[in-house]
C-alpha cells in the first residue's frame, strides 16, 4: 500500500525543519506545482497545529479517495427508476387476531338439595285413662330418641299424687327397677320429702326414652321434649297434681321452652307457672349424692311447695 500524499508531506516538511535541503528517494522527486510553499520555521517560533483538513477538500485524505475513485456510470434503467416516483403502497390488511382455543364446556351447577321439610307429627289423643296413655307411649316412635333408648321409664311408685315431681329421663338404675327415682342416688332427695311432711309424689319423664348413654345429650333437645310433652301434661290432669318440683336446670328449660331462658342457679327456688300450675325448679337428686350440702336448699325448696300447695 503506497502512502498517501499527505503523509509524504509531512515526511518532507519535517526533513525540512530538520535542516535538509535535498530528499533521496527511488527516484527524483520535486514538490507538485500545486503544493503550498511552507514557511521556514524559525527556532523561537512555537509549534503549529495544522489545520483540520474538512472532508473532502484538496489534499485530505477522502478528498483524494473521492478524486481518485471514480463514480460509477448510472445505469439508464436505474435512473428511469430514480426519476420515476414510486409506486403508492397499498396498506397491509390488519392481521387478524387468533381465533381464541375452544373453551372446555362448563359442567353446570349441581341443584341445591332441598333440605327436608319436617313433617309434622300427627298429634296425641286425648286419654281418658293411664293405662291408654302408657300404652300409646310405649309404641311411640315421633322422635329419634325411640331409637336410641334403653327403655321407656314413664312414672314413679304412685299413681295418684297432689304433686309431681318432672324429671329429665329415667336413670340406669330405674330402668332397672322400671320405676322413676328408684335408685340408691334419689334416696337422700326421698327422706327429705318424707322429713317436709309432703305425701309421695308422682313422677313423670320429660322424655321418656332412657337413653342407652345417659351421658349423651346430643340427641336431647327442644324438639324431642315438644313431641313427649302431651304425654306428662295429659298425666298431670290424670293423676290431680296441684303443684310440680321440676329437678335441675335443664329439665326446668325443656319444661319452659326455648322462649324463657334460665339462669341456674339463679332460678332456684323460683315461683313460676307450668300448664297453669304453680312450680318450683331445685337441684337433682344425683346431685344431692354428691353434694351434701345442697340439702338445706332442695328442704327450703320443699318447704316452699308445701306453701304454694297449700294455697292451691
Not at 12 to 34: K, T, V
Not at 147 to 153: L, S
Amino acid at each position: 500500500m503506497s502512502p498517501s500524499p499527505e503523509t509524504v508531506r509531512r515526511w518532507i516538511r519535517l526533513q525540512r525543519e530538520l535542516g535538509l535541503d535535498e530528499i533521496f528517494l527511488d527516484e527524483p522527486w520535486a514538490p507538485p506545482a500545486s503544493a503550498p510553499t511552507i514557511p521556514p520555521v524559525r527556532p523561537d517560533a512555537a509549534p503549529r497545529r495544522a489545520a483540520p483538513v474538512s472532508p473532502g477538500a484538496p489534499g485530505s485524505s477522502q478528498g483524494s479517495r473521492s478524486s481518485t475513485s471514480e463514480q460509477p456510470p448510472t445505469r439508464p434503467d436505474r435512473a428511469a427508476a430514480q426519476a420515476t416516483p414510486p409506486a403508492r403502497r397499498e396498506p397491509m390488511p390488519p392481521l387478524a387476531r387468533p381465533a381464541p382455543p375452544p373453551q372446555a364446556p362448563r359442567t353446570p351447577a349441581p341443584a341445591p338439595v332441598p333440605r327436608p321439610v319436617p313433617t309434622r307429627a300427627p298429634a296425641i289423643p286425648v286419654f281418658s285413662a293411664l293405662p291408654e296413655l302408657h300404652a300409646h307411649a310405649r309404641a311411640c316412635t315421633r322422635c329419634i330418641l325411640h331409637g336410641k333408648r334403653r327403655a321407656q321409664v314413664l312414672e314413679g311408685a304412685a299413681t295418684s299424687s297432689t304433686w309431681a315431681v318432672l324429671t329429665l329421663y329415667g336413670w340406669a338404675d330405674d330402668a332397672d327397677r322400671g320405676q322413676l327415682l328408684s335408685g340408691t342416688y334419689a334416696q337422700g332427695f326421698l327422706d327429705l320429702v318424707k322429713a317436709s311432711g309432703l305425701p309421695a309424689p308422682v313422677v313423670l319423664p320429660l322424655l321418656a326414652c332412657a337413653p342407652t348413654d345417659p351421658a349423651d345429650t346430643t340427641i336431647q333437645g327442644f324438639t324431642e321434649a315438644v313431641r313427649c310433652r302431651p304425654y306428662w301434661t295429659q298425666a298431670l290432669k290424670l293423676q290431680g297434681v296441684r303443684a310440680v318440683l321440676v329437678l335441675d336446670h335443664k329439665a326446668t328449660q325443656f319444661a319452659r321452652g326455648p322462649a324463657f331462658p334460665v339462669a341456674w342457679p339463679a332460678f332456684r327456688g323460683e315461683a313460676w307457672t307450668l300448664e297453669g300450675l304453680p312450680a318450683i325448679s331445685t337441684h337433682h337428686p344425683a346431685r344431692l349424692a354428691r353434694s351434701t350440702q345442697l340439702a338445706p336448699e332442695v328442704a327450703s325448696d320443699l318447704a316452699l311447695l308445701k306453701t304454694l300447695l297449700e294455697k292451691a
